[in-house]
């Protein structure tokens, strides 16, 4: 009762005087996406302010819940490139090698990083350490304001700029807007851009767990019947599980056929049904965080820009999580965008221009759309157990395994490191 | 409006001239409008003018603001499509022209996005009897189109400070440059109204150098600014000068 009366007097407080504040970027969401874009337009002196509805704290007081990202080489240089590396990076372990199987077929691939010169393949890293260093890093940035917990009441993109209400009156006015919203993205809805979405058949089960064997820094990915089964390396565990200190995420897709009766199961029910499909290579295992449940889907908006406007990262496209390309693919955008947008405002140009965010459509579109094309063939190539597919598919990871430069060809797209890279990415300065 | 301040005969200005543009002021901002190749155009000047000033002030051109604590004066400034990047670069802006309608475009453009520049409705010749300088004088597709091109060059040249500089854009007058601007650009591919231009009023960079001279001004370089139809974007050439060209002088310290 205490807390809903100081709440509302607070309300109250921050009605009055409605201010107005001007920027040039409004940043809508404080996700990784956002907050990378909002760092990286700030290291160039561009002024940004970063809104989103939800209240950091709560996101930064949690322990840690099992969710992890596999940041790709390519993304790593462009967090090393604003400056947020070296605090993300003591807490993200190094991919040297990574295997793909099939099933329990004798076929896999072997990725091993030394192919590609000694750089790791990508890094896994839990999502509450990166959101971490972009928050605690934010205060040191005198171009960057965040605005959360802030409920956007009203957006108006005009002729000439944006202004954006929020619902205690203040006003927020910038050239454009960068919609970092995710998959969901209100604002998108709100410029009535549609999308283009499948539902898989699938869900996957998020979680981390203990095991006895260290993980030798290897990534697996398996293709079972139920759907891609994903084991990665992390950072030991600060304090053992169950006398266990070795440490990975599992991201395991499974047919919604299953998921009910896996996700009813007890931990211990849980554990062991995991434990049938990591096999016995690690050891003794335990769960190490809670365990989540995501159903699958792409959707890809048909169109990125409307009047200064600019959709970035989920909001834009969402891919099956296969691949781990997901975040990767939103940190390609924020560098291609921050690279427009900082080029354009060097020579004083205004950044809500239309020609420089079609610059950046242009320039991500036909990248995001063979990713996510490339994910969906794979996820429908690999999530069944048809003999003759299976026999082809077979074959084809056999190929490509015994041919050094078709292997290449997929370490370096894994690696995020292929096509006209933004300069960021290249590990070059914005 | 003050139909006798434009009336009166001087360096700048020239009736038909005012009359044509008068017609399409209210297009200035349109990036689909009548300015359409201006805007187009607008990038790769922009980067010039940014490029050399960063070098001779030493500037860093990686900043947002390099043109802090400049003072700039652009004339002919027309809608201001030069006059806000500058403002945006940090310049201490000051913008004329001739027109009036113009300046009240400009204003209120530049009120609408939030930046301070000084806009009046007046002439280089005007500012100079002011009595007037500026650390950077721009005068950009401007001189084809005013009615004595040597004395207002001369009168540009005597607005920058000492140490300042100056830069100027035009047209030359080729036989390539008619069959570019006027036949290709206003006839073929209509990117500007027919008329836009008088091929007769193309200024030869020699013209340039001397009229820019008259007013103490010695010219470091010129350079070609070309078209590519594929890409749709205008590019420097340093060996072109036949029909668009740019360059900058500087006035001794």
């Known amino acids: 009762m205490d807390m809903q009366g100081l709440s509302r007097d607070l309300l109250v407080m921050h009605k009055t005087p409605a201010q107005t504040q001007t920027f040039e970027a409004i940043v809508i969401g404080a996700g990784m996406a956002g907050m990378t874009l909002a760092h990286a337009l700030a290291s160039a002196g561009i002024e940004v302010v970063v809104v989103d509805r939800a209240d950091p704290a709560g996101m930064l007081e949690a322990g840690h819940d099992g969710r992890t990202t596999a940041i790709a080489a390519g993304s790593a240089s462009v967090l090393r490139g604003i400056g947020l590396w070296d605090s993300i990076g003591v807490h993200a372990c190094p991919i040297e090698t990574i295997r793909v199987s099939d099933g329990d077929s004798l076929m896999f691939l072997h990725f091993d990083h030394r192919e590609t010169g000694d750089v790791p393949l990508g890094h896994i890293i839990e999502n509450r350490l990166i959101r971490r260093a972009l928050f605690s890093h934010a205060a040191k940035r005198p171009d960057l304001t965040v605005m959360a917990p802030a409920r956007i009441a009203e957006i108006d993109r005009g002729e000439t700029g944006v202004t954006v209400r929020l619902a205690d009156g203040a006003e927020l006015r910038a050239r454009v807007i960068f919609a970092c919203d995710g998959r969901g993205s209100a604002t998108r809805q709100d410029a009535g851009i549609k999308t283009t979405e499948w539902r898989y058949n699938q869900s996957s089960f998020v979680c981390s767990i203990a095991h006895e064997h260290p993980h030798q820094n290897i990534a697996h990915e398996r293709f079972l019947p139920g759907g891609p089964f994903a084991l990665l390396p992390m950072t030991d565990l600060p304090s053992p599980v169950k006398g266990l200190r070795h440490q990975s995420s599992v991201v395991w897709s499974e047919s919604n056929d299953l998921v009910p009766a896996i996700r009813d199961l007890d931990d211990a029910g849980f554990t062991k049904a995991l434990g049938r499909c990591v096999g016995g290579f690690l050891g003794e295992i335990a769960l190490a965080s809670p365990r989540f449940v995501h159903p699958l889907g792409l959707s890809h908006a048909l169109r990125y820009t409307d009047q200064r406007l600019a959709l970035v990262g989920d909001a834009a496209h969402a891919i099956h999580p296969i691949a781990g390309q997901g975040l990767n693919m939103g940190i390609r955008d924020v560098a291609a965008l921050a690279e427009v947008v900082v080029d354009a405002r060097r020579l004083g140009r205004d950044i809500g221009d239309p020609d420089i965010l079609s610059n950046y459509e242009r320039w991500r579109r036909v990248d995001n759309m063979m990713l996510t094309v490339t994910t969906d063939g794979l996820t429908r190539l690999f999530s069944n157990d048809i003999a003759p597919i299976r026999a082809v598919r077979d074959l084809g990871l056999g190929v490509v395994n015994a041919t050094p430069p078709a292997r290449r060809f997929f370490m370096r797209h894994a690696m995020g490191v292929v096509g006209d890279l933004p300069r960021l990415v290249r590990g070059e300065a914005l | ?253």
């Open chain 2, 1 to 253: 409006m003050n139909t006798t301040d434009q009336n009166r005969p001087g360096n700048s200005r020239d009736p038909a001239e005012l009359e044509k543009f008068q017609r399409m002021a209210t297009e200035w901002w349109d990036p689909n409008g009548k300015f359409k190749p201006l805007h187009k155009f607008n990038p790769v000047r922009l980067e010039y003018i940014r490029d050399k000033v960063c070098e001779h002030f030493s500037k860093d051109t990686s900043s947002v603001r390099p043109l802090e604590g400049l003072r700039l004066l652009d004339v002919g400034c027309g809608g201001g499509l030069l006059c806000e990047p500058m403002a945006r670069l940090g310049a201490k802006v000051t913008g004329v022209d001739a027109l009036e309608q113009n300046i009240e475009i400009a204003s209120l453009h530049a009120e609408e996005v939030g930046l301070e520049i000084d806009y009046r409705a007046t002439t280089a010749e005007d500012l100079l009897a002011g009595g007037e300088t500026f650390d950077i004088v721009l005068n950009m597709e401007v001189v084809e189109h005013v009615a004595d091109p040597a004395a207002f060059l001369t009168d540009c040249g005597r607005l920058v400070a000492p140490g300042g500089l100056v830069f100027a854009a035009t047209l030359n007058r080729t036989a390539k440059a008619f069959a570019m601007a006027i036949v290709g650009g206003e006839y073929i591919m209509r990117w500007l109204p027919r008329g836009t231009h008088d091929w007769r009023k193309f200024v030869k960079p020699s013209e340039l150098v001397d009229g820019l001279s008259g007013g103490g001004i010695e010219m470091l370089e010129l350079t070609g600014v070309v078209y590519n139809p594929l890409t749709g974007l205008w590019s420097q050439h340093s060996g072109d000068l036949d029909v668009n060209y740019m360059g900058v002088g500087r006035k001794a310290a």
